[in-house]
Structures are given as C-alpha cells and as structure tokens.
C-alpha cells in the first residue's frame, strides 16, 4: 500500500511516544527502586539504574521487617500465586459446566437457571461488597484462602464465553457421538474438552491475571498478613512509609511495585497472541 | 441453543450445580440482604435496627455528597472512557499502518493490560508525589499553580489521567485487532480512491469500527465505574472532601469506614439499578449485532 515518507515517519514517532506513555511509569519505579533511600530522598525520581539492586529486591523478599510486617513479599507472591491460579482453575470449571448443561441439556429448570446466572452480571461484587463480607464472616471464611477465591468466582463471565463457544461447536459432533453410542458425561470429556483446550487457555490467562491483580476484596477479607497478596502489601507499605520519623522507604515501596507488576506482565506477553485472541473473541 | 440436545434428568443438574452453589451463596444471598438492609435503620451502636421503608433512599438521594459522588462519577466515566479510547484508537491506526517492528510496538502497546489497578494508582502516585514527583514538579516549574492535595480540579487530573494510563491497552487490543479485520481489498480501494489519510479515516477506517467503537465504549463505562476503585483509593482516597470518590468508592466509605449500613446498601441498590440499565442496554446491542 502507497505510504509517503512523511506518514511512514510520523507512525513510528506516534508509537514511540506511546509506548514510552506506557512505560515511563514502570522505568522510573524500577530504576529508583535500585537506589539507597537517602539517595532518593534528597534527589527524587531516577532516570537511571543505581547500585543497589540485589540489596533492596534481596531484603523485600527474605527480610519481613523490609515489608513492614510479619511477612516477606516472598510469601506474599506465594498468596498471590495461589488467588490467580485457585480463581483461574475454579472458574474455567465451573464455568465449563455450567454452560454445558445451559447448552446440551433440554431440562426443566434451564431457563430459571440461566437468568439466576445471569443476573450476577448486574451486580459486581464492588456493589454488594458489604453483605458479601458478613455473609463470609458468618461462614468462619475470613482470612481462608477459601473465603479469598469463593465469592470472586460467583460471577457469570466466565459461563458466557463458554456458551458462545459451545454453540459455535458443529451439531453433527453430537450426533456421531450419540450414534457411537457415547453419553453425556463421555461426550463431553472425550469430545468437548479437548475441542476446547485453546478456549480453556486464553480463559485460564485472562482469568489468572484478573485474579492476581484483585484488590478490593482481599483488602477487606485479610486482616491477618499471612494472607496478605502482593498487591494488598504493597499498599500497607505505602501507608506506613512515613511512620516513625525515618527518612521514607520509597526504594523497597517501589521494589515491591515492581515485583507485583512482573508476574501478570509476563504471563500477558509470553502468552500474547493466545491472550489477545481469547480477549477479542469471547468479549464479542 | 442447540437442534440437538441430550435429554436426561439428574446430569444437568449435577453440571449446574457447583455454579448456583456458589452464586446462592455468594451472590444471591448477599444481594438479598443488601436489598433488605437499604431498608433498615441501626442505631448508633449496631444493636437494634427499625425498618423505615424508603427512609434511606430519600437521605441519600437528598445528600449533599452523594449527588456531588454522581456526579463526579459521571463526568469521570465519560471523560476516562472518550479519551482513553481516542488515544487508542489513535495508536491502533498508526500500528496498523507500519510494516517494520509492528509487532515490538503492539507488545509494548498492549502489556499494560496485566497492570493492576491500585498498582497504577501507586505510580501515578509517586510521579504525583509533592515531595519528589516529576509530574508535580513539571506542571508547578511551568507556572501552574498545581496542587492535588487542596484542589478538587487538580486532584480529578490526577485520577483522570491513571485511569485513562491503565485503560489505553485493553482498548488498543480491541481497535487493533478490528483494524486487521479489515479486509485488505477495501483498504486498497480506499487508498486508491482517496490519498488523504484523515479523510481516509473518517470516511471509510470509522465507520468500520463503529460496532468496535461502541462495545468499548460499555466495557469502559463500566471499567470507570468499578474498577477504578483500586486507583481511587491508592491514589487521592477520595479526596480532597469526597471530590474525587465515585459511587462505588462512597460505598466502600459509608459502609466500612462509616458504618452507615443502611445507607450504604440503599447506595449499592441504587447502583444495581444503574448497571441493570447499562447491562441490558449492552445485551440488546449485542444480539442485535449478532443478526445482522
């Protein structure tokens, strides 16, 4: 296709303006936090790396005392761990199952089901956060891992992409299978589960950064910081950077940012074309 | 739904079964009682409690600070989701457009899906930090007088601009991939057709991602209304004075930090309503675009 120099020119400046938009904030918590915090102090924002890299990442993640708690952002990565990948697996199950019963099934109660499934759309846990919290209090779930990735699965998104999937699924594989004298449980491991396995993966991956990256909640439900996920601790650290008259941690704080951003970042990246497949075609 | 479909009594059931659980649970129960609780009134100590019909509705709605919250809310919504999806859009064109290193520019465009909210917050933050924040000391050495701590402008700047920084991607992701579903031989005679790009742009590129343009436009809604709550509250908590605290950081306020039960829960009602809006206006256009 026809380009003039001019435009060929002017698209690369754009893109590299935006993603420096993009990246500047990341490079600049980075680099400061590889600087002593007295140095940050009395110079402000780094631009470049400093030397004390392995020294701050070091003490963050070994050292509780550097997280200002019980617990080191070690542990915390390990808690976070366990959200995105308890959120992730409990949701693509569940939601599997679900939608295969709305979708092969002709029962009674399909259409009640559907809607009470549906209407978890209409309000977000941010909404009924309150009552969710009393209702896990009084099942003795607060501060459980358990109580953690529960109520964070009871929502519909994960069921809808699985029944938009389903029904793109050819009738005739049911038919030959039902002729092959295959039942329903059968059917659908041997035939819809492996048919399913990209779906399965872009939905683990989405499924899994949303669950690592959930804040609101685990805020609320862990008062103990055993529990505490990395993002939950990165705002204690922030909030009690300038108790006791010393001069501020900014250098750990942002060490500990960065360790938070990380995981999910690469995930995203190293998964990327079966990531951004996954977004695009089951947000249709 | 399917023509063929397995006709079998407990299966079903068996296969629904962990989902409703865990909705009657976690979902059902609790919205119950959030419905239930918008018409109760606690006293100051939380022994006893009086059902006072639609008491709490009508504090709310005649509060002060909350019709201020919607406000705000509204004018964050908007304003977050247009110009987030207009740089977007902007990018997404320009990367369709080049050959050499596309696919480096649209990693670097589209990592910042993974970023998690309050973790945006915290950077815009410290770039906003009066002690040694770059931006803050940018604006105020070019003669701003900018102070987000006091000014209610200046502090909707500052949540304004994290919450567009965080968006950009997912919204790249999208207006990209649309582009590249453009076929490649209505590209070509367009660009025979007109040498303007602009114009190129507005009359054939747009249009195209009209349907795009529009899903966005509720997915960010709603991303401005709920998920924003981690950057809000990393960032300016609200403040100063609740000019910055969208409904459902107002929520999170007078129910847990204000023990105001009642009136927290006729607030989420309220805010179920407005999603129910929101949601069924999204489906209807949804099955709508699935016909054509």
Redesign the interface.
Known sequence: ???SKW??F???A??IL??L???M??W??FV?STHTREF??QN??QFWPGEHFFENYGAILFDPSATKGRVTALEMLFNSMVLGLGFAIGKV???M??A????????K??VP?FW??F??????L???????????AS?GLLNTYTGLI??L????TG?FFFRQF??SVP?EL??AA?LDGAG??R?FIDILVPLSVTMIAAIFIIMF?VG??Q??WP??MTTDDQLYTI?IG??QV?NSLYEGGQIPQ?PKA?AL?IM??IP??L???VF?RMF?KG??ET?? | ?????????A???L??A???L??S???????A??VY?SFLLEDAFGMSSQFVWFRNFEDVLSSSSWTRSAIFTVVFSVLVSVLSIA?SL??AV??D??VR?AKS???????????????AG??????FNP????LY?AFNSFGFEFNHIENANDAAFVVILIAV?KQ???NF??FL?GLQGIPKSV??AA?LDCKS?ERRFWTITFPLLAPTTF?LLV?NLTYAF?ET??II??STKGSPGGATATL?YK??VD??LGAD?GG??AQ?VL??IM??VL?VFQFRF?ERKVHY
Do not use: C
């Open positions: 296709m026809y380009q435009r060929i002017t698209n690369h754009i893109l935006g993603a938009f993009m990246i904030p990341v600049i918590a400061s940050v102090f402000g924002l199950i569940i939601s199952m679900a295969y019963a709305i979708v092969y099934f002709r029962f109660l399909a089901l009470v499934v209407s978890t759309l209409l309000l977000p941010e909404v009924r956060i309150v009552p969710s919290y009393e209702v896990v099942l529960l109520p699965i009871a929502s519909a069921t389903y029904r009738d049911l038919e039902r329903p449980i059917f950064v690592w990256n804040y609101l805020l609320l993002v990165i705002k922030y900014f942002f940012t938070a951003t999910p970042v995930v995203v990246v990327q951004v977004l695009v947000e249709k | 739904m399917k023509r063929v479909q397995f006709e079998h009594s299966v079903p059931y296969f629904v962990p989902q409703i865990i909705i649970i976690f979902f059902l129960w609790p919205a009682q959030a609780q740089i902007f990018l320009r990367a457009e080049v290193g520019y649209k990693t670097l465009l589209m990592w910042g899906y993974a970023i998690a909210p309050p973790v915290l950077l815009g933050n410290m770039l002690l040694m924040g770059d000391m920084w950009v991607s997912v992701i999208f991939s590209q070509e660009t790009p899903f997915i709920f709550f981690g509250d990393v459902v929520v999170y129910g847990f039960l927290s829960s989420s805010l179920m999603v129910s949601t949804i």
